[in-house]
C-alpha cells in the first residue's frame, strides 16, 4: 500500500471495533453496511460504468474548477477544457443539483457577511447509469480552507473519472468501488499539500446500477466519508430518510467544534483520518441520495434546535426543561427532523414522489428560518454596541445581555452545502 494507506490502517486499529462490520437495520425495507476498509463492505457485481456525461454542477463562485487563492473575479468563467472529466461544470440536470449558502449574518452597512468566502464546496456529475456526488467543509474560515475544499473535491473527482472511465476500466463491484473511493482521497490529500491549503472535511458518494437487481434495489450506494459531513438517502416508496454515514458518529456524542477528522495539513503535511468510514446500501430508482455540509445537518439536530439537551459539548448546560438525549436519540431526533421537514413537502400527496429540486429547496428553506432569530439577534448587537456614546462599561453590558439572549435560540449558524441526485438511468432521457 501507498504511505496514505498505511497511515490509514495504522490509525484505524487504534479504533474500538476496527474488525468489525457495523451492519445497522434502519428499517424493514433498508440496511447500511458500514466499516473501515473494502472488505467489509458487501461484494456486489456491477453493470459496466456508462461514460457519457448527462450533466454537472459545481460550486459556489466556480468550486473545483477555482483552486486558487482570491479568484473572485472569475467567478463567471469557467475553464473551457476538460476540469475532472466534465467541459461544463454549470450544467446540471433535472435530476441533479447544489447549493451552498450562507447562515451567517451581514456585516453592518455591506452586502458580505461574517465568514466570507463560504468555505465549502460541492459537486455532483451524472451520468448515463452512475453518479459521483461530493462535498467538503473546509474548517474555519478564509481562503486557505476553502482552497483545501476546493482541492479534495477536485483531486478526487479527477481521479474517480480517470480510474472508471478509461478506456482500460474493466467491470467491477462494489468492494473495486470503495477501494477506487480510499485512493481517490489521496488525490484530494494530495493537491491540497500541493497548494498549500489548510484542512477539510470531504464525503464522497458513487451510484452505480446492479449488475442483479436485489428486489425493487436495482441499484447501489458506496461512501467514503472524514469529518462530519454526513450522506442520507430518501426513500420515496417508504417516505423515510436514512443516513448512511451514520456509523462515523455511532454511540458517540457530536462536538460541534470538532469534525472527528481531515484531510489537508492536520499534522504536519498528514490528514486525521480518526473517524474515515466506507459505507454501502441498496437504492431503488426514485431513491434521492443527498451530501451536506454539518451547516445543514447540525440545523436538524433536536440539541442544536433546543428540543434537548446534551451534557456533552457546547450545549452541555441545558435549560432544566429539556430532555437529556442519549447519542442514539440525538441521533433519531435527527432524521425525525429531516423526515418530516421532506414530508411536508407534498403532505396530502403521499403517493406522489419527492424530487432532487424538491427536496433541495426545502432543506435550504429550513436552515435558513431556523437561524433567523440567531442573524436578526447579531445583526442588531452589532448596531447596538458600536453606539459611539456608550461607555466601556455600558457597551460590555450590552454585549453579555446578547450573549445571554443568543443562548436561548436554537440553530447554528455556519455555511450550508447540499448536493443532490435522484437516482434514474438515461436512455435518450429520463422519464
Known sequence: ???????????????????????????????????????????????????????????????????????????????????????????????????????????????????????????????????????????????????????????????????????????????????????????????????????????????????????????????VSVGDSPCFVWRNTTRQVVEVTSAAHEGHNRDMRDSGGCLGTSVGDEPDLGNLICSFALLAEGDIVFVTSDGVSDNFDPVTLHEGATTHGPSASPPVSLPVLTPDQRQAGLIANLTQVIRGIKPQLKNEPIHAWELKEAIVKHVIDVTDNQRACMESSLKSVDDPELSTVERRARELEFKEKLKTMGGKLDHATLAVYEVCRYHNSCA
Request: proline share 4%.
Open 1 to 223: 500500500h501507498d504511505h496514505f494507506f498505511l497511515m490509514a490502517e495504522a490509525l484505524m486499529k487504534c479504533i474500538d471495533a476496527i474488525s468489525t462490520t457495523f451492519k445497522r437495520s434502519i428499517s424493514n425495507e433498508s440496511v447500511v453496511w458500514s466499516g473501515k476498509f473494502a472488505h467489509d463492505i458487501p461484494c456486489f457485481p456491477i453493470k459496466p460504468l456508462l461514460p457519457v456525461v448527462i450533466g454537472a454542477c459545481t460550486g459556489p463562485l466556480g468550486g473545483l474548477s477555482r483552486i486558487q487563492l482570491c479568484d473572485e473575479s472569475l467567478q463567471d468563467l469557467f475553464d473551457s477544457g476538460l476540469v475532472a472529466g466534465v467541459t461544463n461544470w454549470n450544467n446540471p440536470p433535472d435530476e441533479a443539483d447544489g447549493v451552498s449558502v450562507s447562515l451567517y449574518d451581514h456585516k453592518d452597512g455591506t452586502v458580505g457577511r461574517h465568514g466570507d468566502p463560504i468555505a465549502d464546496v460541492y459537486a455532483v456529475v451524472v451520468r448515463q447509469n452512475n453518479a459521483i456526488l461530493a462535498v467538503a467543509d473546509g474548517c474555519s474560515w478564509g481562503h486557505r480552507p476553502r482552497l483545501a475544499a476546493r482541492c479534495a473535491v477536485r483531486g478526487s473527482i479527477e481521479y474517480l473519472t480517470q480510474k472508471f472511465f478509461n478506456s482500460e476500466s474493466i467491470n467491477c463491484n462494489s468492494q473495486h468501488i470503495i477501494r477506487t473511493l480510499l485512493r481517490s482521497f489521496e488525490s484530494g490529500q494530495k493537491m491540497i499539500v500541493e497548494n498549500e491549503g489548510t484542512t477539510t472535511t470531504l464525503c464522497v458518494a458513487v451510484v452505480f446500477e446492479l449488475a442483479e437487481p436485489k428486489g425493487e434495489n436495482g441499484w447501489g450506494l458506496c461512501v
